[in-house]
């Protein structure tokens, strides 16, 4: 499967899980607000819009998009295997465990699992033992795997462990070099923060992307293996919680606008000790928007 259409499909799926929150009637945001949230171009975009007026889901004339109904499991797409290999694999588990598609304490079937992700069981099995690190899955004392799942307990032990690895990047960051790349990256991130901040009346459903971004960039000064093992989970249930809970999210992602603002005004500024305290702040509020996501699913 070409790449194109790989990014098609997924962006696709993104979308529908995006519209999976709102109610019939609804107005879609713009092909831009649209290309954020799910991470591609606009002309991807156009296609995904087609396809959604196609198959009923969508009224579209020309900028206008309304929402006719809620998405059904058989409107999504098929994600052919691509050559992603493991680090593919685990990116397509973690979804599958995130949209919450089967409860906590649920007994694995390697076999059904590997026709699912239409992996061979033996990788499979490779690659849920190599998850159990993480403490989503765990061996079953008769043989087997358990699916552990996404719980409240194990959201405050990764937003404790994010803080403890996200401070020291914003203390690493602070220091870092006039000429390090990071500089002009985080130039970029206070426009388009300050573009969306502008523009949140309508586009507010794009800051999941910006979010996503933006800590890549704080976390981007630490080159250490081990770190950026669990930051590739941490960065996906981070990002996966927006689409959880759509209460005063128009809200909720001003004011997360406004912290990421103040963390870049104070590590621009080299002051480590107020970026660390902005980062304190905003980390934990998002600690408490992510409990109050799962309290929404019922999971906490």
Known sequence: MARSDTRFREAYNRILDYCGALPPGSVMPSETGLAEIAGVSRTIIRRCLG???????LAWSGREKLLLRAPLAEDRIDLLRPEGGAEDLEQRFLDWVLRFDVP???????AELSRHFDVPQHELKEFLAGLSRFGLVSRRPQGGWMLLGFTRDFAIELSDFRSVLELDAVARLAEAPVDHPVWAELA???????RLRAAIETDFHA????DERFH???NSVVTNRFTAEFQKVISL???YHFMWDKTEEKTRNAAAIEEHLEIIDALEARDAPAAQAAAGRHLRTSKTTLLSSLRHHELA
């Open 51 to 57: 396809r959604m007026e196609e198959t009923g889901l």
């Open 104 to 110: 906590a304490g649920t007994a694995l079937s390697v």
């Open 188 to 194: 970029e991130l206070r426009a388009a923060h300050l």
């Open 207 to 210: 800051f999941s992307k910006l």
């Open 216 to 218: 890549q960039a704080l």
């Open 237 to 239: 249930i981070f990002h």
